[in-house]
């Protein structure tokens, strides 16, 4: 009885996993064909990277560590994905800023999404973020708007698009 009890008590108490929604290196093939060579690469910064960045992204750095992808086809550069995992409310959201090698954010996928689904914003408030040269500062309630019922969620995407950005221009961006 008692191990019926456990099994009971551990299937309530565990967490159900993150919803994903794409794989990263699915999103990059999207994005920049399927024949491209898609490599992931984790960058550790520095403590003088870490403070530019987040000045330039008026953004806090939760982590010293980005995930970072390179797409790449017969020897060239086509773009990057960086991959920001970021607090929504309680649970997190990884999304993936898609990057061409012209500096300029081609779209974002929101690679998982452990907050409820209702709060996942739509493609329609997702294809605002085509097409914005990295250099932009965009702001919820300025550039972007908020989501009726999703404020946290509009916002936690749109500042991890700054730090994105700032991380792009810091570390990967040609010199």
């Known amino acids: 009885m008692k191990k019926i009890y456990l099994i009971m008590f551990m299937l309530i108490t565990i967490p159900i996993s993150a919803n994903v929604l794409i794989s990263p290196i699915d999103a990059m093939k999207q994005s920049f064909g399927t024949h491209a060579t898609v490599v992931k690469k984790n960058i550790l910064i520095n403590n003088e990277q870490a403070k530019t960045i987040q000045t330039n992204a008026k953004v806090k750095l939760s982590s010293k560590i980005f995930r970072t992808f390179k797409a790449t086809k017969d020897g060239k550069t086509l773009g990057y994905g960086v991959l920001i995992n970021n607090k929504v409310r309680s649970k997190n959201a990884v999304v993936l800023y898609l990057i061409s090698k012209e500096s300029t954010l081609l779209s974002i996928e929101i690679i ?38 999703a404020t946290l969620s509009a916002r936690s995407i749109t500042d991890s698009s700054r730090l994105a950005f700032a991380f792009y221009n810091e570390m990967l961006k040609a010199k």
């Open 112 to 149: 998982a999404f452990n907050e409820p689904m209702e709060y996942i914003p739509s493609k329609k408030w997702i294809s605002q973020f085509e097409n914005i040269p990295t250099d932009k500062q965009l702001n919820v309630g300025r550039e972007i708007p908020t989501i009726t019922g």
